[in-house]
Nanobody, 115 residues
Framework: QVQLVESGGGLVQPGGSLRLSCAAS????????LGWFRQAPGKERELVAR???????SYADSVKGRFTISRDNGKNTVYLQMNSLKPEDTAVYYC?????????WGQGTQVTVSS
């Protein structure tokens, strides 16, 4: 069973930055896709950013130019750097890794953007 452990959420003022981390219990080379989703109160979970096994990235339109997804293979960790945060970025953020057989989710980390 794969475990994904997230960290890095918190309270930040508008315009601020946060970096989320998601550490996997096995090599991230074994996954086809590495991504981050978020879910705000009363809304559906949405894809924020995704990194494919060949290194291509995709982002939700609402975060393009502000968020960056990256990986550290040696640490089996994927990051989401979030800059110029806005109140509408407030949500629980989940990492999601996919292999040919299953989807794996982190426990979620709260990000609150407020003055």
């Amino acid at each position: 069973q794969v475990q994904l452990v997230e960290s890095g959420g918190g309270l930040v003022q508008p315009g601020g930055s946060l970096r989320l981390s998601c550490a996997a219990s096995r090599s991230i080379f074994t996954f086809n896709a590495l991504g981050w989703f978020r879910q705000a109160p009363g809304k559906e979970r949405e894809l924020v950013a995704r990194l494919s096994s060949i290194g291509s990235t995709s982002y939700a339109d609402s975060v393009k130019g502000r968020f960056t997804i990256s990986r550290d293979n040696g640490k089996n960790t994927v990051y989401l750097q979030m800059n110029s945060l806005k109140p509408e970025d407030t949500a629980v953020y989940y990492c999601n890794f996919r292999d040919p057989w299953s989807d794996y989710w982190g426990q979620g980390t709260q990000v609150t953007v407020s003055s």
